[in-house]
T-cell receptor, first 108, second 110 residues
Framework: AQRVTQPEKLLSVFKGAPVELKCNYS??????LFWYVQYSRQRLQLLLR??SRESIKGFTADLNKGETSFHLKKPFAQEEDSAMYYC??????????FGQGTTLQVKP | NAGVTQTPKFQVLKTGQSMTLQCAQD?????MSWYRQDPGMGLRLIHY???????DQGEVPNGYNVSRSTTEDFPLRLLSAAPSQTSVYFC?????????FGQGTRLTVV
């Protein structure tokens, strides 16, 4: 069964500390993975996708097929990074399957 | 471009009442979907559509109906509201996994 798991409900770090939001998936095919972010009082929006292999707002994510993971990382967290982050997998029908979400809290 | 427009923003219903959440997109996307967002459960897919005239069930379809008569519109109907349907609802339209979300509807069923 296809599934996305984000094991941490809440991740709390101090400003300037490194951040890693974990995402594991289970999917029988070749996965397409995404990170979406929801800032307070804003719409859910795309942060990055694995096929573009880019860094957005200092965040990167590498697909590790061996560990079936797509962890989101940032070397130095900023207060404006505080938000809810969702990992998502697109299956071969086009459906986006989301994880449970992780709230990132960056303390001053 | 407006993107995805979802209405209403807030709604309170009594148990047993019915209502329709509206969703419209102007990006000509074939794929549209409805999710509910609950604490600790993430975003769960209710129904989705791969094009006008085609709809299918997601993970949690019970108690909800959808239709897709045009590419632009994808309304979600609650047939007989129950307290378990208290949630935040999001409509999305997408292309190639790139999803654009509405602003959400916070629904409370009392």
């Amino acid at each position: 069964a296809q599934r996305v798991t984000q094991p941490e409900k809440l991740l709390s770090v101090f400003k300037g500390a490194p951040v890693e939001l974990k995402c594991n998936y289970s999917y029988s095919g070749s996965p397409e993975l995404f990170w979406y972010v929801q800032y307070s009082r804003q719409r859910l929006q795309l942060l990055l996708r694995h096929i573009s292999r880019e860094s957005i707002k200092g965040f990167t994510a590498d697909l590790n097929k061996g560990e079936t993971s797509f962890h989101l990382k940032k070397p130095f967290a900023q207060e404006e990074d505080s938000a809810m982050y969702y990992c998502a997998l697109k299956d071969n029908t086009g459906k986006l399957i989301f994880g449970q979400g992780t709230t990132l809290q960056v303390k001053p | 471009n407006a993107g995805v427009t979802q209405t209403p923003k807030f709604q309170v219903l009594k148990t047993g009442q019915s209502m329709t959440l509206q969703c419209a997109q102007d990006m000509n996307h074939e794929y549209m979907s409805w999710y509910r967002q609950d604490p600790g459960m993430g975003l769960r897919l209710i129904h989705y559509s791969v094009g006008a005239g085609i709809t299918d069930q997601g993970e949690v379809p019970n108690g909800y109906n959808v239709s897709r008569s045009t590419t632009e519109d994808f309304p979600l109907r609650l047939l007989s509201a129950a307290p378990s349907q208290t949630s935040v609802y999001f409509c999305a339209s997408s292309y190639g996994g790139l999803a654009f979300f509405g602003q959400g509807t916070r629904l409370t069923v009392v």
